[in-house]
Nanobody
Framework: QVQLVESGGGLVQPGGSLRLSCTAS????????MAWYRRAPGKQRELVAS???????TYVDSVMGRFTISRDNSKNTVYLQMNSLKPEDTAVYFC????????????WGQGTQVTVSS
C-alpha cells in the first residue's frame, strides 16, 4: 500500500556530509513516525533518529550534534542531514514510516549504503 524510495547514500571521507532522503507514496492515511535506522557490520540494527508529525525529534547519543532529521509533510518525505561523518557511521541506513489508520502499518525502505572511509 505504501512505497518508500530512499536516496542520498554513498561514499564520503571522514568529516564529510551526506543528506539522505526518503519519500513515501501510495495509500497514505496518516504518517506519524518517520525514522532512520541503520545496521553496521557486526552490529544490531539501531534507531538513529526519529521525528513525529508534530516535529519532535530524537537521536541516538552517538549522532547528537552531527545529524539532523527533518520532514516535509506536504511531500511525505523525511531527510537525514549527516555532518562530520565518522567511519563508525558506516552502515546500511533504512527509512521507516508508519501509516496510522491504514490496512497496514509499518513500512521500510530498501536500505541505502553509507560508507565513511579515507
Amino acid at each position: 500500500q505504501v512505497q518508500l524510495v530512499e536516496s542520498g547514500g554513498g561514499l564520503v571521507q571522514p568529516g564529510g556530509s551526506l543528506r539522505l532522503s526518503c519519500t513515501a507514496s501510495g495509500n497514505i492515511y496518516r504518517i506519524n513516525t518517520m525514522a532512520w535506522y541503520r545496521r553496521a557490520p557486526g552490529k544490531q540494527r539501531e534507531l538513529v533518529a526519529s521525528i513525529l508529525s508534530g516535529g519532535s525529534a530524537t537521536y541516538v547519543d552517538s549522532v547528537m550534534g552531527r545529524f539532523t532529521i527533518s520532514r516535509d509533510n506536504s511531500k511525505n518525505t523525511v531527510y537525514l542531514q549527516m555532518n562530520s561523518l565518522k567511519p563508525e557511521d558506516t552502515a546500511v541506513y533504512f527509512c521507516y514510516v508508519d501509516n496510522v489508520g491504514g490496512p497496514d502499518y509499518d513500512y521500510w525502505g530498501q536500505g541505502t549504503q553509507v560508507t565513511v572511509s579515507s
